[in-house]
């Protein structure tokens, strides 16, 4: 039986992890430590939130006291660390809370683990493990090999420079310390919970308000689209037999261009709305609710500064070493998450109504 504590639970990819560890794991406990930013929300944890087995404490990964604190007094064995700003645009506009957050929260982290785990009279048996992403690589042309865990470092943007640092220091505290470090790389999610800022959610949320759909540059560009729940299988492969001191990337062998993802969501949700005549009712605004195309509201604007063209992801490790393989494939999994954002509309208006709309409001003005 493990303690995990988890570090930016309350987020997307955290808050899906919590609900299948515990629904996999049902005996383990389960600490989460969010701060509540913009991102995190606990109504994406009121499914988990009676379990004895969890427990909830709003704090910054920043507070390497608070940490140590949690860390020594639920008997954590397993961190598993998701806290992060997350949104390649906004760490163009505002930097700052990436360099604090990604880097200088995982070295409180870091720091905190070495102090409980190695450096008290015994070692405790423990495993650090740090959820990084596909864009520490940089970006591939059309030809290019996907990434694996050897090609080089390159990251392109505030966010991803960030998260590369962090995967740099986990590395070293490895190297160094004898941390019982393992990193997952893995390329983009999609599915319940996702924050309506991020492509597919924002198109899903656009099309019921009957808003544009911000295509940015010529909408060529390429992402490797994985299903949360993969995502959190694979992290739970990489605890249970990944070797320590190593990298694993996680993906879903599906490559998409982002108009070509759009327009297929659009397609999905006219389907929706013909097979379902509620729909219109509920969603009045939405083109498809008056037999209109919701690729209509299809807009392609200014181009994301530094753009990267295309990420793809390699997995032929975690394949071969853990046995992974994605349970979900994309046609299962966008359809399963077009119904949970038809099935959960006070969930993304409660997230929509807040200061996002202020921020997103800004970024077309
Ligand atoms: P998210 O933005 O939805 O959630 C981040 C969570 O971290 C939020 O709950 C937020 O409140 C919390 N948080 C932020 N700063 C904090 C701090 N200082 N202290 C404590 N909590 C803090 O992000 P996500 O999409 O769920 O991503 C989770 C992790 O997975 C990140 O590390 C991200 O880099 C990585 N990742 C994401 C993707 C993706 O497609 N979303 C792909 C690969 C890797
Ligand atoms: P995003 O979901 O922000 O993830 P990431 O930048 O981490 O890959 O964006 C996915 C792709 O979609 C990316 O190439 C940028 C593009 N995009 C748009 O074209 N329009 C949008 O409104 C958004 C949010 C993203």
């Not at 599915?191 to 010529?218: Q, W």
């Not at 959960?344 to 807040?354: L, S, T, Y």
Request: hydrophobic share 40%; net charge negative; charged share 20%.
């Amino acid at each position: 039986m493990k303690t995990l504590l988890v570090t930016g639970g309350a987020g997307f990819i955290g808050a899906n992890f919590v609900h299948y560890w515990l629904a996999q794991y049902p005996h383990d406990k389960v600490v989460v430590i969010d701060a509540l930013t913009y991102a995190g929300n606990m109504a994406n944890l009121a499914a988990v939130n009676n379990n004895p087995n969890f427990t909830f404490v709003q704090g910054d990964i920043c507070n390497t006291v608070l940490v140590e604190q949690l860390l020594r007094e639920h008997g954590v064995d397993t961190l598993v660390h998701f806290a992060a700003e997350s949104h390649v645009d906004r760490s163009i506009t505002g930097p700052d809370a990436f360099i604090e957050t990604n880097i200088l929260g995982t070295y409180s982290l870091l720091k905190a683990a070495k102090v409980v785990w190695l450096d008290g009279d015994t070692v405790v048996d423990h495993r650090f493990h740090h959820v990084s992403t596909d864009e520490v690589y940089g970006t591939l042309s059309a030809t290019d090999p996907a990434f694996t865990e050897e090609t080089a470092y390159a990251p392109n943007s505030p966010y991803s420079a960030s998260k590369a640092a962090s995967d740099h220091l986990v590395r070293a505290y490895h190297h160094t310390y004898g941390l019982n470090v393992t990193t997952s790389n893995c390329s983009n999610n999609y599915g319940p919970y996702h924050f309506p800022e991020k492509l597919i959610p924002l198109v899903i949320t656009h099309i019921l308000h009957n808003e544009a759909l911000p295509i940015y540059g010529d909408g060529q560009q390429i992402r490797d689209w994985l299903y949360v729940t993969d995502h959190a299988y694979g992290i739970d492969l990489v605890l249970n037999k990944g070797r320590v001191g190593e990298n694993y990337n996680i993906g879903g062998n599906n490559e998409w261009a982002n108009i070509d993802i759009v327009q297929t969501i659009c397609t999905l949700m006219d389907k929706q709305f013909a097979n379902n005549s509620a729909l219109a009712a509920q969603f009045p605004k939405a083109a498809a609710a008056q037999k209109g195309a919701s690729a209509s509201l299809i807009t392609y604007v200014k181009d994301r500064p530094g753009h990267d063209r295309r990420y793809a992801i390699d997995a032929t490790k975690t394949n071969n070493e853990l046995g992974y393989q994605p349970k979900e494939s994309f046609e299962t999994g966008i359809a399963k998450t077009v119904a949970w954002y038809l099935n959960n509309e006070a969930w993304w208006r409660a997230v929509m109504d807040g200061s996002y709309k202020d921020w997103l409001q800004k970024q077309y003005d």
